[in-house]
């Protein structure tokens, strides 16, 4: 079955990390760029970051350059996202996103797999 | 930032019903355009993209359109499935979001 399953959320202090991971199942997953999609409580949906298919190419959202990295190990089949220096404003359901690859040699945007989600609180 | 708007906010229709939910980009982006819906508690799905290719498995009841700044999503008949809130997003440069129409039973 062609799934994403995430884990690694939880609640953590203003100023804490937390790194999630993001499971791939039923695709080859080395041949397809990544994301991290994020939505706040009652709100709509922000794209954190992405990840070429090799690994080779990063991408980040303004809001969480120099605080996040994302990484990814195709021999694991899996994406990471370590997220440090965690604020009140990161709270927010995240979500991995599986790039459609729809463009041959250029990164797509479209993202046409999604994982359920694994919440993550930032609170004292 | 490419800013994506959305409109209306929210729109009650009944089964049956034709429905039309409009996004328009602060700058041009040709026809590098998405849309999903998403339920309550559950991941987005992508419904439409490159502005009006159908997404495989997705029903031909929807239906997008535009280029440039503006575009559509139709839905021709809707069905009980299909009350969620339904979210544009640019695929031309990092990706930006509307901030959603929510779509509710009349």
């Known amino acids: 079955e062609v799934q994403l399953l995430e884990s690694g959320g939880g609640l953590v202090q203003p100023g804490g990390s937390l790194r999630l991971s993001c499971a791939a199942s039923g695709f080859t997953f080395s041949s397809y760029a990544m994301s991290w999609v994020r939505q706040a409580p009652g709100k709509g949906l922000e794209w954190v970051s992405a990840?070429?298919?090799?690994?080779?190419?990063?991408y980040y959202a303004d809001s969480v350059k120099g605080r996040f990295t994302i990484s990814r190990d195709n021999s694991k089949n899996t994406l990471y996202l370590q997220m440090n220096s965690l604020r009140a404003e990161d709270t927010a359901v995240y979500y991995c996103?599986?790039?459609?690859?729809?463009?041959?040699?250029?990164?797509?945007?479209?993202?046409?797999?999604w994982g359920r989600g694994t919440l993550v609180t930032v609170s004292s | 930032d490419i800013q994506m708007t959305q409109s209306p906010s929210s729109v009650s229709a009944s089964v049956g019903d034709r429905v039309t939910i409009t996004c328009r980009a602060s700058q041009g982006i040709s026809s590098w355009l998405a849309w999903y819906q998403q339920k309550p508690g559950k991941a987005p799905k992508l419904l439409i993209y490159a502005a009006s290719s159908l997404q495989s498995g997705v029903p031909s009841r929807f239906s997008g359109s535009g280029s440039g700044t503006d575009f559509t999503l139709t839905i021709s008949s809707l069905q009980p499935e299909d009350f969620a809130t339904y979210y544009c997003q640019q695929a031309n440069s990092f990706p930006t979001f509307g901030q959603g129409t929510r779509l509710e039973i009349k």
């Open positions: 996103a599986k790039h459609s690859g729809i463009a041959v040699g250029y990164l797509d945007w479209y993202f046409d797999l």
């Open positions: 990840i070429s298919g090799s690994g080779g190419s990063t």
